[in-house]
């Protein structure tokens, strides 16, 4: 049974967060995988997320507010549904990283926190990947992809705009 009589959650996320409460000593741990989880779910962390994760963890929803404005991979408004991520931390950054974002701002016709217009994509300039062994490198979604060029980006992206995504190395 759900702590929240009407949640904006599927039944599923409810009871994991209604889980994540149990796991950590302060029910405030809970804050950031209760964040991630609701943007898996609803796309992006909303108004009314805000408002029900406060009140599951007895929190301000300024508190939340806080944590999410701090944490850049949290969104408060919705990505493509392909969200591109380019590293340009150092490693990436030797090896080509600002290359290939300015390649895929060019070719996306879209910068920074930004998503075409049809939805398909977002692009975010990302601090670290971990594949700084494999730099360039870059996310799409949860999908790794290392060792960059223009010509293999764009030949990644044609895989998302097709629809096929992930193993396209």
Known sequence: MSAIANTIFSPEM????????????????????????????????SEPAIKEIAQRLDLFDLD?????????????????????????NISCMLRGGYEILDHCKAKLGIGHKQTTPDGQFSLEEVECIGACCWAPAMQVNYDFHDDLTTVK??????EYAAGRGKDVK
Request: proline share 5%; with cysteine; hydrophobic share 45%.
């Open 153 to 158: 980006v764009d030949d990644i992206l044609a």
């Open 64 to 88: 939340v507010r806080n944590v999410l404005s701090y944490y850049s991979m949290l969104r408060t408004k919705p990505a493509g549904k392909y969200n591109v991520q380019v590293c340009t």
């Open 14 to 45: 409810a009871a994991k967060f209604d889980h994540l409460i149990t796991i950590y000593p302060l029910k405030r741990s809970a804050l950031v995988p209760m964040l991630l989880y609701a943007q898996d779910e609803l796309g992006f962390v």
